[in-house]
Nanobody
Framework: QVQLVESGGGLVQSGGSLRLSCAAS????????MGWYRQAPGKQRELVGIITSGATTTYADSVKGRFTISRDNPKNTVNLQMNSLKPEDTAVYYC??????????????WGQGTQVTVSS
């Protein structure tokens, strides 16, 4: 059993910052890519950014230069530092990780989501 637990969402004014964190726990053998997705009301879930186990990052164009993903491999955590937030960043943010467990080959796992609201 694997769990991804997110923290750090909330309400912030436009131009402000928030930091999201996500910790993976369970019968983990190896954590491969980790990342963040978001879903705004009435819209499809979209990629925010991904970081590989080797720390290579990929970002959506809409967040480049404002958001930074980092990870702590020994702790199986991934963070999302969000700066210069805009109202259009308002969404539920989901942590995602590709994890190999003792029992299963690598598969996708999702966190429960954390709300980020940016007021204008």
């Amino acid at each position: 059993q694997v769990q991804l637990v997110e923290s750090g969402g909330g309400l912030v004014q436009s131009g402000g910052s928030l930091r999201l964190s996500c910790a993976a726990s369970g019968s983990i053998k190896r954590v491969n890519a980790m990342g963040w997705y978001r879903q705004a009301p009435g819209k499809q879930r979209e990629l925010v950014g991904i970081i590989t186990s080797g720390a290579t990052t990929t970002y959506a164009d809409s967040v480049k230069g404002r958001f930074t993903i980092s990870r702590d491999n020994p702790k199986n955590t991934v963070n999302l530092q969000m700066n210069s937030l805009k109202p259009e960043d308002t969404a539920v943010y989901y942590c995602n990780a590709v994890i190999e467990t003792v029992a299963f080959r690598p598969r996708n796992y999702w966190g429960q989501g954390t709300q980020v609201t940016v007021s204008s």
